[in-house]
């Protein structure tokens, strides 16, 4: 099929990865070469994921928020540090002993997912 398109640039842009791959082949077929940046995948978040993201980001701080101080301040120090602490810190910080820390870490986390199942963002079967 002759698009009339031999010797123009094309910018594809699709929902998917694959619909924009689809079409950017089948338009690198009309041309005399293929063009070197259409090759490249486009790895970024289209608007509508970021906005999800961010809302589902929101969501577990939200919940997190609505813990008892222990279990916010354990997952907070597990979750959101950018390297998380050796458990013998993380028990010198809250007091409590080492030992303690991978138990109290589970139940937190179940509790954590109680609250984010009452938001909405799982559903009872997850």
Do not use: N, W
Not at 64 to 82: K, M, P, Q, V, W
């Amino acid at each position: 099929m002759d698009l009339g398109i031999k010797g123009r640039v094309a910018l594809v842009t699709g929902a998917s990865s694959a619909i924009g791959e689809a079409v950017a082949q089948s338009l690198a077929g009309e041309g005399d070469e293929e063009d070197e940046a259409a090759s490249i995948p486009d790895e970024q978040l289209l608007p509508d994921e970021v906005l999800t993201q961010l809302e589902e980001q929101h969501t577990v701080r939200a919940a997190l928020a609505e813990l008892d101080e222990r279990c916010r301040g354990l997952l907070t120090i597990l979750f959101y540090s950018e390297e998380p602490p050796p458990y013998f810190e993380i028990a010198a910080a809250l007091g409590t002993p080492e030992g303690s820390i991978g138990p109290t870490r589970a139940r937190c986390l179940k509790k954590l997912l109680g609250v984010l199942k009452k938001s909405g963002l799982f559903s009872e079967r997850d």
